[in-house]
């Protein structure tokens, strides 16, 4: 491999995670390649309701740091909303107290008890980002292209292949890694949503118990009203189901009676990518070559997505510890 090419960087994945690694090492002056089966539209990151959030991911200790790293970048990014697809919306999780929240919940500003008129029980409200997945991913496409990066349809069969072309490769193959590491405690836990017109909602909700199979969401995106979801664990079907579709709708229409009579724009599927704690690690191969593995997010990939792309892209320097 001549040494034109050390500064190379390939990252295997195109989802929030992959997409959101790859424009940090380029801007670092990595010269990267993202090698995607599939395009980030058609990613489970794409399926999305995208709210900032850590559900369903451990380790506990680093998460809080990662998803308030992002907390950060999302509130500048904010500011563009029509261009980047990240907004600061109001909303209350239901079922939630303060006190049963990590220590991560006291860097939130306005992170506070919902009040009785805001919502009939324990609660707490928030002003967090929600993020319009597909605009998101596209944003962040266009800017690894302005970085220099790119962005290749390779189905990646075993890590030797971009390992025989990078001396560095990262590993953002979400519930891929099952197979492609191999890795069998990835595993996916299937998540269904509902797209509905919006009658008229402008504020997110949201209550799921972190081991329950359904929870209750609604979020408001432009042009829709996004209604939630599952949680089935080791459920690999991607095929909508018509009576869990109606069974969102009624749950979210006991909080919001509104929603019961609004048109269905259609349905959507993703397989989050579980794992017992997410996985960024450092090996190094053979002849100097450097494997930076970074998935098994479950639920939250959008909330850590920056925090773990900057641990990441430290691993790749090798100027972080794996944890």
């Known amino acids: 491999m001549d040494e034109a ?62 998803s308030l790293q992002s907390l950060s970048v999302y509130e500048e990014l904010a500011a563009r909303a029509d261009e980047t697809g990240v907004r600061m919306v109001d909303g209350v999780h239901g079922e939630t107290r303060l006190d049963d929240l990590g220590p991560w919940a006291a860097r939130v500003a306005g ?16 002003r967090l980002p929600l993020i ?17 990066g ?36 990835v595993r996916p836990v299937r998540g269904q949503l509902v797209l509905v017109e919006n009658p008229g909602v402008r504020t997110w909700f949201a209550s799921a118990a972190a081991t329950a199979h359904t929870s209750t969401y609604f979020f408001p995106q432009p042009g829709r009203l996004v209604l939630g979801g599952t949680a089935q664990e080791d459920d690999w079907s991607l095929e909508p189901d018509p009576a869990v579709a109606d069974a969102i709708v009624k749950r979210c229409a006991q909080v919001r009676p509104e929603i019961a009579g609004a048109r269905v724009l259609g ?21 100097g070559r450097v494997l ?32």
């Open 132 to 148: 319009d997945m597909p605009v998101h991913l596209r944003w962040l496409r266009e800017r690894l292209a302005r970085a220099g």
């Open 5 to 66: 090419r050390d500064s190379d960087v390939i990252v295997v994945g195109s989802g929030v995670i992959g997409l959101t690694t790859a424009v940090l090492l380029a801007e670092q002056g990595r010269r990267v390649r993202v090698w995607s089966r599939e395009p980030a539209e058609r990613t489970t990151s794409a399926v999305a309701g995208a709210l900032w959030w850590p559900y369903r991911i451990e380790p506990a200790r680093s998460v809080g740091d990662w």
């Open 111 to 126: 992170l506070r008890t919902a009040s009785r008129g805001e919502y009939d029980g324990p609660g707490v409200w928030a």
């Open 150 to 185: 790119t962005v290749e349809a390779r189905t990646v069969e075993s890590l030797a292949d971009p390992l025989a072309e990078a001396r560095c490769v990262v590993n953002c193959s979400g519930i891929g890694a099952r197979t492609l590491v191999p890795d069998a405690s």
């Open 267 to 287: 349905h959507r599927v993703g397989l989050r990518p579980a794992r017992p704690a997410v996985r960024i690690e450092r090996e190094l191969r053979g002849d």
């Open 292 to 323: 930076v593995h970074n998935y098994g997010h479950g639920g939250a990939g959008v909330t850590v997505a920056w925090g773990c792309a900057q641990e990441a892209a430290r691993l790749a320097d090798g100027t972080a510890a794996s944890s």
